[in-house]
T-cell receptor, first 118, second 107 residues
Framework: GAVVSQHPSRVICKSGTSVKIECRSL??????MFWYRQFPKKSLMLMAT?????????EQGVEKDKFLINHASLTLSTLTVTSAHPEDSSFYIC??????????????FGPGTRLTVL | RKEVEQDPGPFNVPEGATVAFNCTYS??????FFWYRQDCRKEPKLLMS???SGNEDGRFTAQLNRASQYISLLIRDSKLSDSATYLC????????FGSGTRLLVRP
């Protein structure tokens, strides 16, 4: 199956710092990647859709200036949490759609990044 | 009303039991339906896609009722390793996740 990696898997930072999370599709190309956030015992909430070569599409209530997304290539999307605060502490997960039409909608998830802001 | 609703559980069943989960969705235009499994502090993993004709994969059977906007997952002969949270996922281009149903299989 398709493999998606995320880096780092865990990060602890001080309030006010910025944190960059990378999402890579290892064995397929993805024009679209998705960024989710999951709080404890809650479901995944879509934050934004990352489109290769164009601006990301953010969900309602997600600040685009706080969560910067860059999708520079068909295998890499990055999420930068700027000026992180304790309330940003969460599990951030990316997913990717393979380009092949037969697998449209089927998303493969990265292992997630657990962010703790002190 | 939530876009995708699931009973949070937990469902606590003995090994070998049959257990069924249900899910309802609100958007009648939804085109894709999946069940994902999520273990504690891990990413979701696709369990199976759900089709109108129903589909079966070993001990797992999924059904879709578009008229009632209802999806089900049946697990037969439960194993200890089936203990996890099962996420109902609905969407088109964008996927909407239910909050999950927690299953605990006891020896």
């Amino acid at each position: 199956g398709a493999v998606v990696s995320q880096h780092p898997s865990r990060v602890i930072c001080k309030s006010g710092t910025s944190v960059k999370i990378e999402c890579r599709s290892l064995d397929f190309q993805a024009t679209t990647m998705f960024w989710y956030r999951q709080f404890p015992k809650k479901s995944l909430m879509l934050m934004a859709t990352s489109n290769e070569g164009s601006k990301a599409t953010y969900e309602q209530g997600v600040e685009k200036d706080k969560f910067l997304i860059n999708h520079a290539s068909l295998t890499l999307s990055t999420l930068t949490v700027t000026s992180a605060h304790p309330e940003d502490s969460s599990f951030y997960i990316c997913s990717a759609n393979p380009i092949a039409e037969s697998s449209y909608n089927e998303q493969f998830f990265g292992p997630g990044t657990r962010l703790t802001v002190l | 009303r939530k876009e995708v609703e699931q009973d949070p559980g937990p469902f606590n069943v003995p090994e070998g039991a049959t257990v069924a989960f249900n899910c309802t969705y609100s958007n009648s235009a939804s085109q894709s339906f999946f069940w994902y499994r999520q273990d504690c502090r891990k990413e979701p993993k696709l369990l199976m896609s759900v089709y109108s004709s129903g589909n079966e994969d070993g001990r797992f059977t999924a059904q879709l009722n578009r008229a009632s906007q209802y999806i089900s997952l049946l697990i037969r002969d439960s194993k200890l390793s089936d203990s996890a949270t099962y996420l109902c996922v609905v969407g088109s281009y964008k996927l909407i996740f239910g909050s999950g149903t927690r299953l605990l299989v006891r020896p």
